[in-house]
């Protein structure tokens, strides 16, 4: 069960998170918790200003963060506990006292500082969580995600090494679990194999540790419970008229998280595949809401479309070269050095003379084109999003692209990608542009009288 930040907000958030893991035991939980609501942007925050030289005033901008553990603490543990989480407190303030002091002076490597600082939020959270859960009666025990998680040393996005991963996980917790006890790890965190430093698995990273933990365990089933009723037919945030969508293939749920449905971490899915356990994600201020399980299952619906996916803040490059006619070898040049700079490519498309790639992340950006200008002409548009529709039997099913370029015919379509996976449309539109087209889409598709009778006639 892994609840994520906005589980776990306040004090009432806490005792709901309680209430659930307590419904669970007959189950055998093992509980994976974000830091609390905003405490990692909080952190990164501090650490940008103590990289500045401001680590004290870095420190003190952390102290609200510090209180709202406290005052959870003191409204749902018994005193003694409550203090015992008191001196918990005060040796994180300790400790990212000295890692930002060090970041100010930059006396080790800032990344590896970083992760750090940055996984203070889920220790604290999921020491508390064991806490409350031990308050309520339960048999928690806080486990070490650290110990559990075990990573290369590409800190700020470590990758899991899977067998480390399996052995160190199943060596502490099943223990604990055969001793009916409940373990409360910090999703996020890890820490590399080679030097044994704490690293973190990227923003959003906790639904990934759920994933890895849940596959580890052979799991019955890996559960995220988030703020809202499962895996929405669009962003709610960008589109009123959501619905939950029931069931969700692993390629379908891997495609949505990848493409911009923040509700998932992309790298989620991937351990569960492999040890096939279900995927079920669920609301935790309203448990008794709908929610969506992802399995194998690759069931098409009568509307095919099951969800529209975006991600702003997207760019593309652009890459010719009168060389690429008849040439071979010039893609891999192109993609050595996306490469090089350990830089992820979205969408790629290609004409006789050309390549377009997009990428969301531009850290690395400057050095790219540096080296693509040595092999070809490059030109760079930024402020774009992807618009990702996913369903399965979407590639073989006629109609779908001219209904979807019909509907926003008035918006300019700069890329367009289809094939390469069975179940995705995507294709990249201003940014300025995204959220219209997303909503216009979304009406053609689920809230039109068309898609309705489709809908009915299905069953769905
Ligand atoms: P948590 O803190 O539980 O990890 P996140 O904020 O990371 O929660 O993810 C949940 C949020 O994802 C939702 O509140 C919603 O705004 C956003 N979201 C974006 N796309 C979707 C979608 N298709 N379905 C559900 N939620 C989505
Ligand atoms: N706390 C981390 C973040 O905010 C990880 C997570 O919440 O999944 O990115
Ligand atoms: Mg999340």
Redesign the pocket.
């Known amino acids: 069960m892994k609840f ?2 906005t589980s776990v907000e306040d004090a009432r958030a806490f005792g709901r998170v309680a209430e659930l893991v307590s419904r669970h035991t007959a189950s055998r939980p093992v509980v994976v918790v ?2 609390m609501s905003r ?3 909080a952190l990164l925050e501090a650490f940008e200003a103590a990289t500045r030289g401001e680590h004290e005033a870095a420190l003190r901008s952390l102290e609200v963060h510090f209180e709202r553990h406290v005052a959870i603490a003191r409204e749902l543990l018994t005193a003694e506990a409550a203090a015992e989480f008191g001196a918990t407190v005060e040796a994180a303030r300790r400790e990212l006292e000295g890692a930002l002091r060090e970041a100010s002076g930059q006396t080790r490597p800032l990344p590896l500082l970083q992760d750090s600082v940055v996984s203070c ?2 220790q604290l959270s999921s020491q508390l969580l064991a806490a409350v859960l031990r308050a309520r009666g339960l048999k928690a025990s806080h486990a070490d995600a650290r110990r559990c998680v075990i990573t290369d040393d590409e800190h700020g996005r470590a990758t899991p090494l899977r067998e480390e991963t399996e052995r160190h996980t199943r060596e502490l917790l099943e223990p604990l679990i055969d001793e009916g006890g409940i373990p409360v790890l910090g ?2 965190i890890a820490s590399s194999a080679a030097t044994g430093e704490t690293t973190t698995l990227g ?5 990934f540790t759920a994933g890895l933990v849940g596959a580890a365990l052979r799991a019955r089933e890996i559960q995220i419970w988030t703020d809202v009723p499962g895996v929405l037919t669009a962003d709610p945030r960008v589109v009123k008229d959501v619905r939950t969508i029931p069931r969700l293939s692993y390629a379908e749920a891997a495609e949505l998280a990848y493409f911009g449905a923040k509700v998932l ?1 992309p790298k989620t899915i991937l351990p569960a595949v492999v040890r096939n356990v279900p995927v079920r994600i669920c609301n935790s201020r309203a448990p008794a809401s709908p929610d969506t399980v992802v399995y194998f299952d690759a069931e098409m619906t009568p509307r095919t479309v099951k969800a529209i996916a975006h991600k702003t803040g997207v760019s593309i490059v652009h890459v010719t070269s009168a060389r690429m006619l008849g040439e071979y070898g010039f893609l891999r040049a192109i993609f050595e050095v996306f490469e090089r700079h350990r830089t992820a490519v979205d969408i790629v498309t290609t004409s006789e003379v050309s390549v377009s790639l997009s990428l969301e992340d531009t850290s690395a950006l400057g050095p790219i084109i540096e080296d693509l200008s040595r092999i070809a002409a490059v030109k760079v548009e930024s402020e774009r999003a992807i618009v990702c529709i996913v369903g399965e039997g979407l590639r073989s099913t006629p109609g779908i692209a001219g209904r979807v370029f019909s509907t926003i015919k008035d918006i300019n379509v700069l890329l367009i990608s289809q094939g390469a996976s069975t179940v995705n449309l995507t294709f990249v539109v201003e940014e300025r542009h995204a959220a219209e087209a997303v909503r216009r889409l979304h009406e053609a598709f689920f809230e039109c009288a068309t898609a309705e009778l489709l809908a009915q006639i299905g069953g769905h």
């Open positions: 994520g930040g974000s830091a405490v990692t942007d939020g889920e999703g996020f923003r959003g990273g906790s639904d971490h």
